[in-house]
Nanobody
Framework: QVHLVESGGGLVQAGGSLRLSCAAS????????IGWYRQAPGNQRELVAV???????NYADAVKGRFTISRENAKNTVTLQMNSLKPEDTAVYYC??????????????WGQGTQVTVSS
């Protein structure tokens, strides 16, 4: 069974920090690109940050310079360190694991999400 479990969400004041974690099981973790997405009520789900299997990273412009994504393959975990949080960061944050095979079906898994609420 494949499981992605997010943790670390909560309520924080603007300017504060949170650290989200995604723990994966049931996959060969090191070959997957891992992304954090978020979705606020009434909005589309958007990519926040992604880290590839070679540890390269990309960030949405809205979070660049404030958020840091990292992975620890030996522990099958990905972390999203969120600093200088703003009310507009409020959303449900989801962990996603994706593996593009190029010769067969892709593999794509989602966690259940964790709520992040930033008060002004």
């Amino acid at each position: 069974q494949v499981h992605l479990v997010e943790s670390g969400g909560g309520l924080v004041q603007a300017g504060g920090s949170l650290r989200l974690s995604c723990a994966a099981s049931g996959i060969t973790f090191s070959i997957y690109a891992i992304g954090w997405y978020r979705q606020a009520p009434g909005n589309q789900r958007e990519l926040v940050a992604v880290i590839s299997n070679d540890f390269s990273t990309n960030y949405a412009d809205a979070v660049k310079g404030r958020f840091t994504i990292s992975r620890e393959n030996a522990k099958n975990t990905v972390t999203l360190q969120m600093n200088s949080l703003k009310p507009e960061d409020t959303a449900v944050y989801y962990c996603n694991a994706q593996y593009i095979t190029h010769f067969g079906p892709d593999f794509n898994y989602w966690g259940q999400g964790t709520q992040v609420t930033v008060s002004s």
